[in-house]
């Protein structure tokens, strides 16, 4: 049990495209979702928490505008990167917390996003 | 503010050597969670252990160890017998329950090489 996947696994983009990163939990309910970004050998820094229903809480140093994050159900939270440029080229993965167990968050496989 | 410092970067080792992987960590809560991950190359995060602030209890499992010290802030991790599949970058993690949505902070990773 609690699985989360995301989609795609990977995806090369150009210059000023838009992509989408969908997070799901697949067995489980989750009322909040977690994107975390990481850089090669780095750690992951966590960009936004997304609860299910309302707007994300950014963290600072994250552009709300160029990172859209939609939560629109309790298994379902995606991320877009706009108008994406090299320096977008990471690691991206997401974390969901079931709404039963409070202190325990589970993560999805990731997300190789490449602009080139 | 919480933080997380995993002060080795990177630590080689041959086979069957026994390695300490350090975590040192800084909350105000009096109630908090610790965790280490695993990632290997794949980048999918790999759970090992969730400890609450309130059990300082050592855990082993196989060739894992951990020991929780309060009264250092540290929660560092011990392999057994290391193998060359232990290879890989392992993360220590906070997250404190009295913040809002369950915030986890990750500390910068130490890389594991085992040598056959």
């Known amino acids: 049990g609690a699985v989360v996947s995301q989609h795609p696994s990977r995806v090369i983009c150009k210059s000023g495209t838009s992509v989408k990163i969908e997070c799901r939990s697949l067995d489980f309910q989750a009322t909040t979702m977690f994107w975390y970004r990481q850089f090669p050998k780095q750690s992951l820094m966590l960009m936004a928490t997304s609860n299910e229903g309302s707007k994300a809480t950014y963290e600072q140093g994250v552009e709300k505008d160029k990172f859209l994050i939609n939560h629109a159900s309790l298994t379902l939270s995606t991320l877009t990167v706009t108008s994406a440029h090299p320096e977008d080229s990471s690691f991206y993965i997401c974390?969901?917390?079931?709404?039963?167990?409070?202190?325990?968050?589970?993560f999805g496989p990731g997300t190789r996003l490449t602009v080139l | 503010a919480q933080k997380v410092t995993q002060a080795q970067t990177e630590i080689s080792v041959v086979e069957k050597e026994d390695v300490t992987l350090d975590c040192v960590y800084e909350t105000r809560d009096t109630t908090y969670y610790l965790f280490w991950y695993k990632q290997p190359p794949s980048g999918e995060l790999v759970f090992l252990i969730r400890?609450?602030?309130?059990?300082?209890q050592n855990e082993i499992s196989g060739r894992y160890s951990w020991n929780f010290q309060k009264s250092t802030s540290s929660f560092n991790f011990t392999i057994t017998a290391s193998q060359v599949v232990d290879s890989a970058v392992y993360f220590c993690?906070?997250?404190?329950?009295?913040?809002?949505?369950?915030?986890?902070?990750f500390g910068a990773g130490t890389r594991l090489f085992v040598k056959a």
């Open positions: 400890r609450n602030s309130f059990d300082e």
């Open positions: 993690a906070l997250s404190e329950a009295n913040t809002g949505g369950f915030k986890t902070i």
């Open positions: 974390s969901a917390l079931p709404a039963e167990i409070y202190n325990e968050q589970f």
